[in-house]
C-alpha cells in the first residue's frame, strides 16, 4: 500500500471530533519545561568543578551540575554527587523520567524497587520511571557518583530549591511540583 494511500484510510478511521479533542489535550508538564535548543558549542567542565561555578548541597554531598537541560533541549540533566557520605533523597520516583547512577569511587548502597543493591566504583544502575528508589553512600570514606536524568523534566529547578542551606519542606505535594512521587523515608539510613 502506497503512503498516501495508507495515510487516507488511517485519516479515515479516525473522527473529526476525536481529531479535535486530541488536538486541544495539554501538554505533559514535563514537554512544557523545555529550554531554549541546543547551542551546539562544545565546552569542557573540568573535574571537580560545576559547569556554571555554582555551589549546591544537599547535607549528604556536594552537587556539580555537568550538563544543563538547556544544553539537550530538555533531553538530559547530569549531575555529579561529590563527597557522598551515609544518608541520601527519601524513598521516591519520577513519573516521567528515568534516573541513571554511576558509581565513580566508593561504595554506594541502592533500593529500586523491592531489590536493594550495592554498587562499588564502575557498577551502575538504573531507576525508571514509576519505580521506587533511594541510595546512600555506605564505605567509610565519601562516595563519589555520576547521575541523568532524561528527560531532565524540572530536576534542575528541583535541586536548586533543595541544595541550599535551609530547603523547603520536602512533602508530597512539593515532590509532586517536580513530577515526583514521595513514598517514605530512606530505607537505607533508617
Known amino acids: 500500500m502506497k503512503r498516501r494511500t495508507f495515510l487516507a484510510s488511517a485519516a479515515a478511521l479516525l473522527p473529526a471530533v476525536e481529531l479535535?479533542?486530541?488536538?486541544?489535550?495539554?501538554?505533559?508538564?514535563?514537554?512544557?519545561?523545555?529550554?531554549?535548543?541546543?547551542?551546539?558549542?562544545?565546552?569542557v567542565v573540568p573535574a571537580g568543578e560545576d559547569c556554571l561555578g555554582e555551589h549546591h548541597s544537599r547535607g549528604y554531598s556536594s552537587i556539580l551540575f555537568k550538563v544543563l537541560p538547556n544544553e539537550t533541549n530538555g533531553g538530559l540533566f547530569v549531575v555529579e554527587h561529590m563527597n557522598l557520605v551515609q544518608g541520601g533523597p527519601p524513598l521516591h520516583m519520577h513519573l516521567y523520567q528515568e534516573e541513571w547512577f554511576y558509581v565513580v569511587e566508593g561504595e554506594v548502597a541502592f533500593q529500586v524497587g523491592d531489590s536493594r543493591k550495592q554498587l562499588r566504583a564502575g557498577d551502575s544502575i538504573?531507576?525508571?520511571r514509576n519505580i521506587p528508589h533511594t541510595f546512600s553512600a555506605i564505605s567509610g570514606k565519601p562516595s563519589r557518583?555520576?547521575?541523568?536524568?532524561?528527560?531532565?523534566?524540572?530536576?534542575?529547578?528541583?535541586?536548586?530549591?533543595?541544595?541550599?542551606?535551609?530547603?523547603?519542606?520536602?512533602?508530597?505535594?512539593?515532590?509532586?511540583?517536580?513530577?515526583?512521587?514521595?513514598?517514605g523515608p530512606n530505607p537505607i539510613t533508617t
Open 20 to 43: 479535535r479533542a486530541f488536538a486541544q489535550l495539554p501538554a505533559l508538564p514535563l514537554l512544557a519545561q523545555h529550554a531554549a535548543p541546543a547551542s551546539g558549542t562544545p565546552h
Open 126 to 128: 538504573l531507576g525508571t
Open 145 to 183: 557518583m555520576l547521575i541523568a536524568f532524561n528527560p531532565a523534566g524540572k530536576m534542575e529547578e528541583f535541586l536548586r530549591l533543595t541544595a541550599v542551606p535551609n530547603p523547603p519542606v520536602q512533602d508530597a505535594a512539593f515532590f509532586a511540583r517536580f513530577g515526583m512521587q514521595l513514598i
